[in-house]
């Protein structure tokens, strides 16, 4: 799934978001039967399930408003549209046009984190780049090859600035998102080339980041909903590096329900089983609508389920065709997002203190 796409335009210094449509071949029947029956998601029946239901709460949300500083303002005008909702996630990308971005320009950091800062219990989620240019078509051959190269090390001081710039900033305890949507194909920081070497590149990423005094940092591992190119749990990195299990989820393919994109396989089910057997909550850093125009029966039913588990946050991506505030393509479902959001208080619970380690 191609969403969140950032690209920095020089000469303005402004990101600019785009989305285009999924691409890549479809995996055959032959490979998909073979992902099914090899990795860690168990066949529908398995006993036992673990308990994934919680009574309804309101966890912490927020929108993608926009990446750069002066989108932030946004937040508190989608809030005061819907009726002085508690907006308490920030939710912004760092761009991944060479390594100078991944190391987040001081100004823009510091002004999210100043925002942050202005409420304890505001959260800042941070998507971070493993590997640069992160979008540019990059070949399988090549991603391999600079996995290799931040498991050696090559790579490792562009995390470390970027850590210490978010403790020295106020940001300490920023939720970083690295390499999400990496079961996909449209980032260069994606799985498939060599799933052993991502997740040793993730470990490697995590440790370096949690070495600098005064972190607090939380590291959500964030695929996007199904089986993409490759099942999501083929990369998973380990339980000691991970905090929460985070899951892209837009309203796609065409003609889908709500139900089929619970039961599908590395489905809605299975991510929070997934992260139930492993006492991590989940997440949904994106999520809106995408391929079935204006949906308002997914909007409720995706509120719901969110309510509805451990959820230790949720933004949706507001911007068109995704949103409902800043899209004006969506009137019946921006009209049931503001009835089930407006003045919404979040209701602070252990997956809302969720810590880092």
Known sequence: ???????????????????????????????????????????????????????????????????????????????????????????????????????????????????????????????????????????????????????????????????????????????????????????TSRCKPDPTAWKAYWRRIVTVMRSVPGQHFTFDFNPTRGLDAIPWTRCYPGDDVVDIIGMDSYDQPAGGTFDEYVSEPYGLQDQVEFAAKRGKPVSYPEWGLFRNGDNPEFVRRMVDWMRTHDTAYQTVTDYCPHGFWQCDRNPRSSAVFRQLMAGAKTAVGPSAAHPGQ
């Open 1 to 187: 799934m191609r969403l969140a796409r950032l690209t920095l335009a020089a000469a303005a210094l402004l990101l600019v978001t785009t989305a285009s449509v999924p691409s890549g071949t479809p995996l055959s029947q032959t490979e998909r039967h073979t992902f099914l029956s090899s990795d860690a998601i168990e066949p529908r029946g398995a006993a036992p399930r673990p308990a994934v239901q919680r009574t309804k709460h309101e966890p912490p949300f927020g929108a993608f408003v926009g990446s750069w500083d002066n989108y932030i303002p946004n937040i508190a005008r989608m809030a005061t549209w819907l009726n002085g909702a508690d907006m308490q996630v920030g939710h912004t990308y760092l761009a991944g046009n060479g390594w100078g971005d991944v190391e987040g320009d001081p100004v823009v950091l510091g002004l999210w984190s100043q925002w942050k800062l202005a409420d304890p219990q505001r959260k800042l989620v941070l998507g971070v780049p493993m590997l640069v240019p992160n979008e540019n078509n990059m070949p399988d051959a090549e991603v391999a090859r600079l996995l290799a190269r931040g498991n050696k090390g090559e790579f490792d001081l562009h995390f470390l600035k970027l850590a210490r710039k978010l403790v020295a900033l106020g940001g300490q305890d920023t939720i970083m998102t690295p390499g999400w949507e990496m079961n996909g194909t449209t980032y």
